[in-house]
């Protein structure tokens, strides 16, 4: 590996450490696609609680915190 390399893991799982699950990328890249899905989980927490189903969007934003 190089000094400016990360192993990425696919799943998000980082004790998953099958070859399939891994992926060797830049520091900027990895960074680059990590905001990107913290901005979609961002998205996706403002919708629904926008959303009339409360009991529904609680469970759904409970689950979003467990995505990484």
Avoid: P, Y
């Amino acid at each position: 590996m190089q000094h400016k390399e990360i192993v990425h893991h696919r799943n998000g799982r980082k004790a998953d450490n099958r070859f399939q699950n891994l992926e060797l990328q830049n520091v900027s890249d990895h960074t680059k696609e990590h905001w990107q899905v913290i901005k979609e989980k961002q998205k996706l927490r403002c919708l629904l609680e926008n959303l009339s189903c409360q009991k529904c969007c609680a469970e759904i934003l409970n689950s979003l915190d467990s995505i990484k």
